[in-house]
């Protein structure tokens, strides 16, 4: 039988190494890096040069779509898009990925735009009468879509019988778009495009993600949209513009923070609804129909400028 002493010293000693062991693992899960001893990879984006077919780890091996980009990409990675002067004809979408406090999944933009405009066939243009033709589509865009020609949107009538001359009136409910063109021209001469994708960046769901240098135009709902229990979500310097709802938006109870934003020609520049919380600090907001509506939750807005409305 041991002695008092030395049974007295060993239940210390025990008593010790248990002690260290939970300090460490506590102090490991509030430091996860340190358990992951893989790097978080970069994830590189060309539309103009890259292909869906390489591996997207390189500068010079780039995907050419941001869809594939995501697709490959991890929790807490970086999609690094490449500014090649012609817009991403895309949506963002993130659902269910993200990354963490410590390290979020970066997007660095580096000024790229992300377009919802898609071309329309003008060999689909049926005439309805002189100048007035018809566009048939399989389904109308969620949102307030319309047409643009050479980058400037097209005016919009309210109804067909209130159509005029270089106006365009959308049927929703008969999923038609009615155009009636200008005396001696047809929908071939316009150049038409249209907001048929819905939203830009658009998260569901998704955490702990940092968006910078990117801007969002042209998409039928909103430029930024976020859905869902999405956390620790930063835009930073970022830009919306001509889209059919707003400009940024954020739902439920989503967690958002906005560091200099220029939110112009949108129906709302921002649109902050449910039990969501946002913080704006920089936004400049101008020709949107409504500058910013903020309804329910808790929200922020600090060195804003609000222009006149159209």
Known sequence: MQPFSMLYYGKQHTASRLIYCCLLL?????????????????????????????????ENTAVATISRAITIAGRSDTLELANTGIPYRETMLFRN????????FVVEGNGAVLSGLKAIDVSKWETVKEGLFVFPLDKTPYGNPFLVSRGKRIPQAKSLDLLQTGE????????????????????????????????????TSSSYIVCRNLSAEFFSNDGFNIHGDCRGVRLENVIARHNGDDGISIHESGGLIVQNAHVHDNFFGIQDVNASRSVYNGVLAERNQIGVSLVGGYHSLVDAEKSSTP
Request: net charge positive.
């Open 26 to 58: 506590i102090w490991l899960l509030i430091n996860p890096q340190i358990i992951s001893s893989t790097d978080a990879a970069t994830w590189y984006v060309n539309n103009k040069t890259g292909s869906d077919n390489n591996n997207g780890i390189s």
């Open 97 to 104: 990925l993200g990354g963490r406090p410590d390290r979020p």
């Open 168 to 203: 365009h009136y959308w049927d929703r409910s008969g999923n038609k778009i009615y155009f009636l063109c200008d005396i001696g021209k047809k929908p071939a001469d316009y150049q038409l495009e249209a907001t048929l994708r819905i939203s830009g960046l658009t998260l």
